[in-house]
């Protein structure tokens, strides 16, 4: 029984950490570097970006809704700036989560550079 | 009585929802892999506007609803209709579309699978593709005989699209088969867009270069699978731009010019479209108690 319960654990583990979209991003696309980073303009763009593209499932102050999680928390804060870029990128289709790689490439970086804003106003 | 009170409780429900943009860029004919987001209703119309020849001007409109169903799968329901000057007006049919996304990843081309059902009558004018040997003669033939042919198709598309460096860049290509005779007709579609502004503005803005879209689009019949090739097929021509406001609606229009002896000389396109975020959610929560 002690067995089967491991096993279950395990496998709930390896399915949480699929779930996981920040580890699911190639390191060579981590370690890019945001060209906007700390630019309060960018920020108030990708607050913009953010309110048109993410808020009907991220919530309105990214607290997150039944389908989608919130985005104020230390996992994205910590986040480099390229998992994010990726992950906006590429999405997660089989999640739900759709790509923004429709949107040019400095609007990305904007809405990167909002989302690390929201760990240092908690 | 109940059926009003629906409606009304339908409608403001609707009113009420988020709106989002719907960045489907500024093509009428041309696809890219860019998919609904899972939730969202599209809402749009697709007009054009033309004089065949010696035919009469005529009015060819296009409803159309789009929805998420998954980020890899997107729906969409048409309802046609045309008017043509000194004749009729008349409802010519309904489309059925799927659209589904093969790669999970962006790549450096991505193709997503297109599959249609057609129920439509010959009257038809909305002219979202152009297949086999279609051309300015389809278009003067008169409604009261053109609404007598029926048109059960199934069109299959290979899209494949990329995003570089700010452009969007498609092809599509296209089969088409009516389900009980006529042979395989072949078409091709390709378009390239790009807004005017790569960077978003910080203030929320309705003449922000960001929200113009600008591009162009080439599409026409590549024959039968009996008689492929170029020979009396029309191909036209496109630049097309679209605007969308802070609000979310988005406005295009698009001149197209025909470039051969069978293609219809002028087209005007025409549309306008409202994404309504979270359509689905919204939706359910009204039956939950």
Redo the contacts between chains.
């Keep these: 029984m002690k067995l089967l319960s491991l096993s279950v654990a395990f496998v709930m583990a390896a399915w949480c950490q699929n779930w996981n979209l920040l580890h699911q991003v190639p390191p060579k696309a981590a370690a890019k570097s945001n060209p906007m980073e700390g630019d309060a303009?960018?920020c108030?763009?990708g607050?913009?970006?953010f309110a048109?593209?993410c808020?009907?499932?991220h919530g309105r102050n990214a607290e997150g809704s039944?389908?989608a999680p919130a985005l104020r928390n230390a996992d994205v804060h910590q986040a480099s700036a390229g998992t994010l870029f990726w992950i906006l990128?590429?999405?997660?289709?089989?999640?739900?989560?759709?790509?923004f790689?429709?949107?040019?490439?400095?609007?990305r970086w904007?809405i990167v550079t909002f989302l690390h804003s929201l760990g240092q106003k908690e | 009585m109940v059926q009003r009170w629906a409606l009304i409780l339908g409608l403001g429900t609707i009113m009420f929802l988020?709106c989002?943009?719907g960045?489907e860029?500024p093509f009428f004919i041309t696809y890219?892999h860019?998919?609904e987001?899972?939730?969202?209703l599209e809402l749009a119309t697709k007009d054009v506007t033309g004089k065949p020849g010696n035919g009469n001007r005529f009015l060819g409109s296009t409803t159309e609803l789009e929805y998420?169903l998954?980020?890899?799968w997107t729906t969409e329901f048409y309802l046609d209709g045309q008017a043509t000057f000194r004749e009729s007006s008349l409802f010519t049919g309904y489309r059925w579309e799927n659209r589904f996304?093969l790669l999970?990843?962006?790549h450096w081309i991505n193709p997503v699978l297109y599959v249609e059902f057609e129920n439509i009558n010959g009257a038809d004018k909305g002219l979202l593709e152009v297949v086999g040997h279609d051309g300015k003669n389809d278009l003067i033939q008169p409604n009261a005989d053109a609404r007598t042919e029926r048109k059960r198709e199934i069109e299959t598309k290979l899209i494949l699209s990329s995003?570089f460096?700010?452009w969007?860049i498609a092809e599509n290509f296209i089969a088409e088969k009516n389900v009980r005779h006529a042979p395989y007709e072949f078409g091709y579609t390709a378009g390239v867009s790009r807004?005017l502004a790569?960077?978003?503005?910080?203030?929320?803005c309705n003449l922000c270069p960001?929200n113009f879209q600008v591009g162009a689009e080439m599409y026409g019949g590549l024959g039968t699978h009996q008689d492929f090739g170029l020979g009396e097929t029309s191909h036209y021509l496109a630049p097309t731009i679209a605007w969308t406001l802070a609000n979310?609606t988005s406005f295009k229009v698009s001149p197209s010019f025909g470039i051969t002896g069978t293609s219809a000389g002028f087209l005007l396109r025409f549309g306008v479209s409202y994404e309504i975020?979270?359509f689905g959610?919204a939706a359910r929560s009204l039956f939950r108690k």
Excluded: I
Aim: aromatic share 4%.
């Design positions: 303009r960018a108030r763009a607050a913009k970006l048109r593209e808020s009907a499932c039944e389908k990128k590429n999405g997660s289709l089989r999640h739900g989560m759709p790509s790689a429709h949107l040019p490439e400095p609007q904007e | 988020p989002c943009w960045d860029g890219t860019q998919m987001e899972p939730g969202n998420g998954k980020g890899w996304r999970p990843h962006e995003y460096k700010g969007t807004p790569l960077a978003a503005r910080p203030d929320r960001e979310g975020g979270q959610r």
